[in-house]
T-cell receptor
């Protein structure tokens, strides 16, 4: 089956620093990727839709200047948490839509746990 | 507004018991997809099933079965003869055709605890 990887799997950083998380589709091209955030004991909330070669579309309430998304190739999307603060500590999960055709199942990455001290 | 409701926060069962997880959804679209995912303690989402709005046939896969009823906007999930390995959080999700295709709206999740 299709594989999506994320790097790093865990990251601890100091408050005020920036953290970049990579999402890669390993065996297929993904014109569309999604970034979700999951706080402890809560559900997954969509943060943004990442489209290759164009600007990301952010969900209401998500600061685009804080969560920078770059989808520069068909196999890589990156999420950069700028000036991270403790409240940004969360589990970040990406997913990739294979081929972008109607009804294709999303393939999720294993997630990245971010802890901001 | 919450479009996917999983009213059960946590269900505890003893091994070999059956457990049914409820999922109620809300949409005005005639074309949509419903999903179930399992999230074990490791955090990685495990895809279980996708069902499109035009296919109301129930499905069985091993110990798992799904009951899709458009009349009640429900897509319930049953684990038969539960095992300890079934302990996880289970999410129901909706993808609507009029929204950006592929965007998933998740329910709050149901924690299933299976004890030996």
């Amino acid at each position: 089956g299709a594989v999506v990887s994320q790097h790093p799997s865990r990251v601890i950083c100091k408050s005020g620093t920036s953290v970049k998380i990579e999402c890669r589709s390993l065996d297929f091209q993904a014109t569309t990727m999604f970034w979700y955030r999951q706080f402890p004991k809560q559900s997954l909330m969509l943060m943004a839709t990442s489209n290759e070669g164009s600007k990301a579309t952010y969900e209401q309430g998500v600061e685009k200047d804080k969560f920078l998304i770059n989808h520069a190739s068909l196999t890589l999307s990156t999420l950069t948490v700028t000036s991270a603060h403790p409240e940004d500590s969360s589990f970040y999960i990406c997913s990739a839509l294979r081929g972008g055709t109607l009804g294709e199942t999303q393939y999720f990455g294993p997630g990245t746990r971010l802890l901001v001290l | 507004a919450q479009k996917v409701t999983q009213a059960q926060t946590e269900i505890s069962v003893v091994e070999k018991e059956d457990v049914t997880l409820d999922c109620v959804y809300e949409t005005r679209d005639t074309t949509y997809y419903l999903f179930w995912y399992k999230q074990p303690p490791s955090g990685e989402l495990v895809f279980l099933i996708r069902r499109n709005s035009f296919d109301e046939q129930n499905e069985i896969s091993g110990r798992y079965s799904w009951n899709f009823q458009k009349s009640t906007s429900s897509f319930n999930f049953t684990i038969t003869a539960s095992q300890v390995v079934d302990s996880a959080v289970y999410f129901c999700a909706l993808s609507e055709a009029t929204d950006s295709w592929g965007k998933l709206q998740f329910g709050a999740g149901t924690q299933v605890v299976v004890t030996p």
